[in-house]
């Protein structure tokens, strides 16, 4: 399992890594490495340069010339023609051959060509050898680099999540929130369970500071309201106090991505999921059992169909989403259950997104 601050650094490289790779996509450098890579590819300039690089000077047209018109011109006629100027000789096969040939080597366009053909590294004066010298440098660019490193498809997958929803918790809690109990309309939300020890305090033992939310659990006797299963709500004696909070604002994603930072302290147990308000059923991001010391960051995905948590990047949970097609809330609440060992405790909150697909 990676550290948090390691996993949270991830996430971050992955938002700046969309922002670069689309940015490198619509590059002068990209569109530059691509056009050079059809052309260097291409089976005309591989044959071109296999032509070049392979191909014996002595076994072109041009060499094959120059040895016919060297051998010529020694020959006996030939030389007495180039030494006297008779033109009486220049009638005789071997001048008349030589002064084609002549006529041929000396035109500018052959003297060109043979002197390319003659060169053993013709291909390095070649425009396609500066294509190819560009495309390799393109090659080690860094942008063309790192965009080799990711695929379309795992971009556009990272892309399809979209954020929806966020709380940083930069001042105190916001009309994003409200204390109690998610119900159906009309139902008393703001209450205590006899079934737990503490009573919760509509957010008075909730505190906001340096971007971070605090939940504390104390002990503190209160009377407050009470759910009993039979006899109804009632007013009951606590031991100690917490809070409870759900977001005002139902979600609606039929697929979607619950992501806080969290750390816990002392004895109380902790919750956060999403619950409906159809049925008092939680599909928890976290609970104390699966939490970290200190800060992590816990990771709920869902579906039409199943459920599955992360502590950082390990699945630690997989279950059937049996929220499904329900308008779903955030709860977030701290808890001692009876008679087990109660004590003081905190769930502190950096952060806490939603994401959507």
Sequence with gaps: MQKTKVFEQWLLDQKAMILRYREVEKGAVLAEYNQLKAIVESSDFQAKKTELTTTKYANTSYGKTMVEYKSLKWKGAVLMYRLFHKESLAQKPEVASYLQLLEQVQKPEFKKENAFWKNEKRWLTTVEAAQEKR????????????????????VAELESYKLVWKDEFDAAMTSQWETGFVYPAGMKADHSHVSEQQAYTKGQNTQVSGSVMTIATKKQTVNAAAWHPTRGMHMHEFAYTSDVWHTKEALNMKTGVLQAKVAYTGAAKHMMGLTANKMQHVLPILHTASAMKGYAIYTLVWNETEVVGYVNDQEVSRSKNSLAGEAMHILLRSYLPENQNAGKGTMSVDWVRVYAR
């Design 135 to 154: 495309y390799h440098k393109l090659a080690k660019h860094a942008d063309v680099v790192f965009y080799g490193q990711h695929t379309e498809a795992e």
